[in-house]
Every structure is written in structure tokens, then in C-alpha cells.
């Protein structure tokens, strides 16, 4: 099972919003579901958030 998701307030560059609005489209997404899926991504890579697959493997001994 998921955990909730957390609603929030953002501020952004209108330019910032049009580029986003675009890709997301081109992604078949919401604006929401690209920012969403930009930030997992990224945190990802910075290692601070696991993949979904890992999440329910046991640590390698």
C-alpha cells in the first residue's frame, strides 16, 4: 500500500510553468505527475530516495 500524498503550494516562473506544461504534455501527463515524476527522478539519482524495487528487497549480507 502507497502512502498518502502531501499537498503543497508551490510559486513558479510563469516561462518555468509554460516549459513544464509542454513536456508534460509531450509525456502524456499533468503538470502535477511531471513535477512529481522530475523530483522522484532526481532524488534518485542523489540517492536519497530508493526505487520502488528496492524498497522490498532485504539489504545483501
Given amino acids: 500500500m502507497s502512502s498518502p500524498k502531501k499537498s503543497f503550494i508551490i510559486r513558479i516562473d510563469n516561462e518555468i510553468y509554460k516549459a513544464l506544461e509542454k513536456w508534460a504534455a509531450d509525456e ?6 511531471q513535477v512529481e515524476w522530475i523530483l522522484s527522478q532526481k532524488l534518485k539519482e542523489a540517492r536519497r530516495l530508493k526505487d520502488k524495487e528496492e524498497k522490498g528487497k532485504k539489504p545483501d549480507r
Avoid at 28 to 33: D, E, I, L, Y
Fill in 28 to 33: 502524456f501527463r499533468s503538470v502535477n505527475g
